[in-house]
């Protein structure tokens, strides 16, 4: 919310009162204030609702930080920035909802999200059609970048589609040699049979065996199961020296937990989608692993005055595993729109531009360097891997994939 004070001393007074004030103030309120007469709003796909608003409120809200910082530096001159954000609840159909709706705003020019590349697979085609930028904070499936066949013929599918993240086809080997590298040989893998959860596993497991490791066994689960016992009892006999699973904290945490309590003591890991504190609340224990896209946020001297600025805006949630990322992203498009809005009459007539502009954005960002491939990849490949340690994750080590 945002309190607004009104006097009657004249349209000035007015607009001079408006200012953000109390938890979450949006960006809306500075339109007045900044005596614009033209706006364009940053829309946001996340699910800020359900199991995983934790991850998705963090992207929201750097998001709209973002906005805040680039009117308050008056950006782009003639121009105010508004955020419009849309809950997805991590659900495909209702993403391409939320995308139909930001796609019928005039003055929507560009969207950060998703986090789920099943949601982007729904979302991305409605933004493309509408030619609206989409910069992604968290999606990691290679495929949508490098279409189906991105190991043999990768093939750019959307040229609207852009991310800050790196990809699975990084990340999962980049979890087999760290394993490995820890005399690691045995391994059974489980996923959630979502487009990210199997694509991680995939190439986790191309990669762990290639590398001298044995996949001992291979199961999956269903994204709503609550009790693991079959799919542990499928596993237990194998002897797994750890568990790779591909999918998101709302499962990761109890399977962690039912493992251990039925005797099967080893460590799970899992991709960026298990990065959180919600991890171990739901039942992640000390020894158990993530990986998570570039080094940790709170050593970099790149991520300060993102750092500073998110708490001083008092935002009642954390920013999470993909916080400055989706700031990141957000600022890739303020940085797109720089030249695409110039000498736009309006918003929607710079959609075309904003996704031509994205192609040559290229910034020191609070990840560190911010810019796109040819396929709209991140041009940076560096991951970390985090350990459970006293009840938290801790970074254990970052580097890139050899």
């Known amino acids: 919310m945002f309190k607004r004070s009104f006097k009657l001393a004249g349209v000035a007074l007015v607009a001079a009162s408006l200012a953000f004030t109390g938890c979450g103030a949006r960006t809306e309120a500075t339109t007045a204030a900044s005596g614009a007469t033209k706006v364009a709003k940053i829309g946001v796909i996340a ?34 920035l508004e955020l419009a954000a849309e809950d997805d609840e991590a659900k495909p159909d209702t993403g391409k909802n939320a995308a139909t709706k930001l796609a019928s705003d005039d003055a929507v020019v560009g969207v950060v999200g998703t986090l789920n590349s099943s949601v982007a697979q729904s979302v991305i085609p409605v933004l493309d059609s509408a030619k609206i930028v989409q910069v992604s904070p968290a999606n990691t499936n290679p495929a949508l970048t490098k279409g189906a066949d991105y190991l043999t013929a990768p093939a750019r599918p959307n040229a609207n589609y852009f991310r800050t993240c790196t990809t699975d086809a990084v990340q999962g080997p980049f979890a087999a040699q760290y394993l490995l590298g820890e005399g690691i040989k045995k391994v059974a893998t489980i996923h959630d049979k979502k487009s990210y959860g199997q694509g991680l596993v995939s190439e986790f497991s191309k990669a762990f065996t290639a590398g001298g490791g044995t996949v001992v066994a291979a199961e999956t689960i269903n994204p709503d199961d609550k009790n693991f016992s079959a799919v542990i009892s499928k596993i237990q006999g194998s002897g797994p020296e750890a568990v790779y699973y591909g999918g998101e904290y709302p499962q990761a945490g109890p399977l962690s937990k039912q493992m ?7 460590p799970v890991m899992g991709g960026d989608g298990i990065f959180s504190g919600e991890f171990v609340k739901l039942g992640g224990s000390d020894g158990d692993l993530a990986t998570s896209v570039g080094a940790p946020v709170e050593t970099l001297e790149s991520a300060k005055p993102f750092l500073e600025g998110y708490k001083a805006a008092g935002f009642s949630e954390g920013y999470e595993a993909y916080g400055a990322y989706s700031y990141d992203a957000a600022n890739a498009i303020i940085a797109a729109l720089k030249t695409s809005l110039a000498s736009a009459t309006d918003a929607k007539s710079a959609r075309e531009a904003t996704i031509k502009a994205m192609a ?42 050899k």
């Open 360 to 401: 040559a954005v290229s910034f020191d960002g609070a990840t560190g360097k911010v810019g796109f491939d040819e396929f709209g990849d991140s041009v940076s490949r560096v991951l970390t891997v985090y350990a459970v340690t006293n009840g938290a994750f801790a970074a254990k080590k970052t580097g890139e994939l």
């Open 260 to 266: 251990k309590a039925a005797g099967l003591k080893v």
């Open 47 to 80: 699910p800020l609702s359900g199991d995983l608003s934790a991850l998705g409120l963090g992207i929201r809200n750097s998001v709209d930080l973002a906005i805040r910082q680039a009117n308050e530096s008056k950006a782009i001159p003639g121009w105010t």
